[in-house]
């Protein structure tokens, strides 16, 4: 199978062109938000803008969620598409679908920047920021099964020439997802740090917690992600390694878990250990 990836930002208009885009590069298979589509047709995932929060459907999008991406791939190997065409944000989501996915590198990476003009794009942006109107290359009838009520203005499905139906190249329908109509949503540092204040501070070989903090990675504006650093004061007695690296993991998990943050790093400082008299 040969891959390739449509990449920009949020709200710029790549669902809008997914079908133009596979058809000009010969992809009969697309993954979109969460869902691969076939020849027209949802085959397998549960789409991001079912969710009703952003940060549900960021974790989604990129197959994290437990089972996800285990439907998904089992799809691909019944389906088996020749060249498949990926959606993402930025060249890291794509490659890290592509990896969960099970699927080949990604030999070519096409950007909307170059076949979408800046009116194009800022367009696209205002009906998905201030009207919350999201695209997926998919016939309506093709839709309605998966997003019963969601489905705003939808495009004329089929057109008829002669006596026959057949698909207009390009057709799509338009969803408005639930969390679209929440507002922004915005986890401030103190609340990462909180969680690792009362993770950290509970265990028992933990004498005292020390400063904390919260590291954003970007990359041209785009969030990538946290690494989070703190210090500590051990008890002295136990085994550092294994708990520094138990403490590690737990902490990578709640984050994750409970804000949708992807997190890169968690480095532990142990400053001293704390001797009983």
């Given at each position: 199978?040969?891959?390739?990836?449509?990449?920009?930002?949020?709200?710029?208009?790549?669902?809008?062109?997914?079908?133009?885009?596979?058809?000009?590069?010969?992809?009969?298979?697309?993954?979109?938000?969460?869902?691969?589509?076939?020849?027209?047709?949802?085959?397998?995932?549960?789409?991001?803008?079912?969710?009703?929060?952003?940060?549900?459907?960021?974790?989604?999008?990129?197959?994290?969620?437990?089972?996800?991406?285990?439907?998904?791939?089992?799809?691909?190997?019944?389906?088996?598409?020749?060249?498949?065409?990926?959606?993402?944000?930025?060249?890291?989501?794509?490659?890290?679908i592509?990896?969960?996915?099970?699927?080949?590198?990604v030999?070519?990476?096409?950007?909307?920047?170059?076949?979408?003009?800046?009116?194009?794009?800022?367009?696209a942006?205002?009906?998905?920021?201030?009207?919350?109107?999201?695209?997926?290359?998919?016939?309506?009838?093709?839709?309605?099964?998966?997003?019963?009520?969601y489905?705003?203005?939808?495009?004329?499905?089929?057109?008829?020439?002669?006596?026959?139906?057949?698909?207009?190249?390009?057709?799509?329908?338009?969803?408005?997802?639930?969390?679209?109509?929440?507002?922004?949503?915005?986890?401030?540092?103190?609340?990462?740090?909180?969680?690792?204040?009362?993770?950290?501070?509970?265990?028992?070989?933990?004498?005292?917690?020390?400063?904390?903090?919260?590291?954003?990675?970007?990359?041209?504006?785009?969030?990538?992600?946290?690494?989070?650093?703190?210090?500590?004061?051990?008890?002295?007695?136990?085994?550092?390694?294994?708990?520094?690296?138990?403490?590690?993991?737990?902490?990578?998990?709640?984050?994750?878990?409970?804000?949708?943050?992807?997190?890169?790093?968690?480095?532990i400082?142990?400053?001293?250990?704390?001797v009983?008299?």
């Open positions: 199978m040969d891959v390739i990836a449509l990449v920009g930002p949020s709200g710029t208009g790549k669902s809008h062109r997914a079908l133009l885009v596979a058809h000009q590069h010969n992809a009969d298979a697309i993954i979109d938000d969460g869902i691969l589509i076939k020849d027209g047709k949802i085959i397998a995932g549960q789409s991001a803008k079912h969710e009703k929060s952003r940060i549900m459907a960021v974790r989604r999008a990129i197959f994290v969620l437990p089972g996800h991406a285990e439907e998904v791939r089992t799809a691909i190997q019944e389906v088996a598409p020749q060249r498949m065409l990926i959606l993402g944000t930025s060249e890291n989501m794509v490659h890290r592509a990896r969960i996915l099970d699927l080949p590198p030999r070519h990476i096409i950007r909307i920047e170059d076949i979408a003009s800046k009116a194009e794009m800022a367009k942006a205002f009906f998905r920021l201030k009207q919350g109107k999201h695209i997926i290359p998919v016939p309506t009838i093709e839709l309605k099964p998966h997003f019963s009520g489905l705003i203005d939808p495009l004329q499905t089929f057109f008829r020439k002669s006596t026959k139906r057949r698909r207009r190249l390009g057709e799509k329908s338009i969803v408005r997802p639930v969390f679209s109509y929440y507002g922004k949503l915005v986890i401030d540092d103190s609340a990462v740090r909180a969680i690792v204040q009362r993770l950290i501070g509970e265990k028992d070989f933990v004498s005292k917690v020390g400063h904390i903090r919260v590291h954003h990675l970007t990359d041209e504006g785009e969030d990538r992600g946290i690494e989070v650093t703190c210090e500590v004061v051990l008890h002295y007695g136990k085994h550092i390694p294994t708990l520094i690296h138990q403490t590690q993991r737990m902490i990578k998990e709640a984050i994750e878990y409970m804000t949708g943050m992807v997190v890169h790093e968690v480095n400082m142990v400053k001293t250990l704390y009983n008299a």
